[in-house]
């Protein structure tokens, strides 16, 4: 497994141009200089804390030198950000095997929103911005033609690129807000919490492990409130965890 996720790591970079500040952690990477690597892809990502790509590699170096929690947090959001990245799903399950975590796959998008999220604010933006400029084209075919059926014709295809206009800008607005809204959290240290259940009597758990992935519930205090598989909310302390 360990020659995989190297192996994909260095397609990535291979295919990849970017800043020099990129270019170096791909020289140091290849020379297994993780160090360096990782010094060279967090000034990436101090200049553009959303860099895709950058995220990626800087999980994949982290993981080569076995810090996983963090590593896993880098990749979550590399996907996040871009579905498209190849390898980052199998970086994953390769960092929660080594952590003995199962549910790295947890997500809690429809399949409909994973693949309308997939394809990215950008692209649907353009899809507006092409809807538009046929809608142009249309209303200009109605106003200048005299024929009563290329009006007819030309205000149904109108319609229809109306209502595909109008989904291509919800659903940019949705990918957008999804991919620079802060849902989830990983958690980077093992963390033994103490709570109160339903009838008032204090209990400890357990299963809040480092490199597991919570959906956060809200904010207080610098505190951050997680989701239990048992829907308990548990407050974590903001140091602890790494938001995506």
């Known amino acids: 497994m360990k020659s995989l996720i190297l192996s994909?790591?260095?397609?990535?970079?291979?295919?990849?141009?970017?800043?020099?500040?990129?270019?170096?952690?791909?020289?140091?990477?290849?020379?297994?200089?993780?160090?360096?690597?990782?010094?060279?892809?967090?000034?990436c990502l101090d200049k553009n804390p959303n860099d895709a790509n950058a995220l990626y590699n800087l999980g994949t170096t982290l993981a080569a030198v076995n810090h996983y929690p963090e590593a896993i947090w880098a990749l979550e959001k590399s996907m996040k950000l871009d579905p498209k990245l190849i390898g980052a799903r199998e970086n994953l399950q390769f960092c929660y095997n080594k952590l003995n975590?199962?549910?790295?796959?947890?997500?809690?998008?429809?399949?409909?929103?994973?693949?309308?999220?997939?394809?990215?604010?950008?692209?649907?933006?353009?899809?507006?911005?092409?809807?538009?400029?046929?809608?142009a084209i249309l209303i200009w075919f109605r106003m200048t033609s005299s024929n009563s059926s290329t009006r007819k014709i030309s205000l149904i295809f109108g319609i229809l690129v109306v209502c595909f206009m109008l989904l291509s800008l919800k659903n940019a607005i949705q990918a957008s807000n999804y991919q620079n809204s802060d849902t989830h959290a990983i958690v980077l240290h093992d963390i033994t919490s103490v709570f109160n259940d339903?009838?008032?009597n204090m209990k400890i758990d357990m299963s809040i492990k480092m490199?597991?992935?919570?959906?956060?519930?809200?904010?207080?205090?610098?505190?951050?409130?997680?989701?239990l598989q048992n829907q308990m909310i548990v407050w974590i302390d903001k140091s602890d965890l790494k938001l995506f």
């Not at 500040?21 to 791909?26: A, H, L, P, T």
């Open 8 to 43: 994909l790591f260095f397609c990535v970079l291979s295919l990849s141009v970017f800043s020099a500040d990129f270019e170096e952690g791909v020289k140091a990477a290849r020379s297994k200089n993780w160090h360096e690597a990782e010094i060279s892809f967090r000034k």
């Open 101 to 135: 975590i199962s549910d790295y796959n947890a997500s809690d998008l429809s399949l409909f929103e994973q693949k309308v999220f997939s394809f990215g604010a950008d692209n649907w933006t353009f899809c507006a911005l092409i809807s538009a400029f046929i809608l």
């Open 198 to 200: 339903a009838q008032g």
């Open 211 to 227: 490199g597991s992935r919570y959906k956060i519930d809200g904010f207080s205090n610098n505190r951050i409130g997680i989701f």
